[in-house]
């Protein structure tokens, strides 16, 4: 699905992400983890467009994408979400998630104004999938609310309602349960299990580990911007290096206990 070749990114004296290589398969719950400042986000920015690359190369579903910017590689089929909230706060949360539909609508922007026949088939289909969409991540009950009335987990939830809209083949998600408390965290991974089996292939980044193992199959582990493990949730938190770098003793035997 993805494919992520030496891929660097450099700023100013300062090397943010250094020749990363790793790929996501199919189907799959892959996790991107690391220190605060280990590169994560500038990997995301550059595999979903927002930030070119310094060196590398990227490849979605078996075409090269490095250098296509980020509305092309929705069309692709490719979503994300982000670290910090970015909903449209005074539109409702029905009309948030519609904006995410903009790469599949099909028609011309004359025929929407003028209201066409066509153009209020596709209308009434879209804000039929929006309720579907925001049922399916448990806040259908709000989608006529302003969404900056919503609680914090639940513009996580939006916001993955939004992405969702444009019928991704891969979902980007960028510390989806940030601010959840464990109730929401545990309905949070039901759904992405959910995407999952419905054929969704998800790479998230995550720093809440008992999240991340229960959900991944497979992780990417970085540190000062360089990959230093990768592999299955078990060999993961018995890596002597990603112990070391990240996870610390007391965390590696507590996810240990509970595997």
Do not use: C
């Not at 990114?9 to 719950?29: C, K, Q, W, Y």
């Not at 903009?102 to 209201?115: E, F, M, Q, Y």
Request: hydrophobic share 45%; glycine share 10%; aromatic share 4%.
């Amino acid at each position: 699905m993805l494919k992520v070749e030496a891929l660097t990114r450099a700023f100013t004296g300062l090397v943010a992400v250094d020749a990363v290589s790793f790929e996501v398969a199919p189907n799959t719950i892959h996790a991107l983890i690391g220190p605060n400042g280990a590169g994560k986000t500038t990997l995301f920015n550059m595999i979903s467009g927002l930030l070119a690359p310094s060196n590398g190369a990227i490849a979605f579903k078996g075409g090269d994408v490095t250098h296509a910017p980020s509305h092309v590689r929705a069309r692709l089929g490719l979503g994300r979400t982000f670290q910090n909230l970015r909903v449209f706060g005074e539109m409702t949360v029905l009309e948030n998630v519609l904006t995410g539909m903009h790469p599949r609508l099909g028609a011309a922007w004359p025929l929407s104004v003028l209201r066409s026949p066509a153009a209020r088939v596709e209308e009434k289909a879209g804000q039929a999938k929006a309720l579907a969409l925001l049922d399916k991540v448990g806040i259908a009950d709000h989608a006529g609310r302003p969404a900056a009335d919503l609680a914090y987990g639940d513009q996580r939830r939006l916001e993955i309602a939004r992405a969702l809209a444009s019928d991704p083949a891969l979902l980007l998600l960028d510390e989806p349960a940030a601010g959840m408390n464990p109730t929401e965290t545990a309905a949070l991974g039901d759904l992405l299990q959910d995407l999952r089996r419905e054929g969704l292939t998800i790479l998230l980044v995550e720093h809440d580990m008992g999240f991340v193992m229960r959900l991944s199959d497979r992780l990417t582990v970085l540190n000062f911007g360089r990959k230093i493990a990768e592999g299955g949730p078990d060999a993961i938190r018995k890596d002597a290096t990603v112990i070391e770098a990240y996870l610390g003793t007391k965390v590696a035997r507590k996810l240990a206990a509970a595997s």
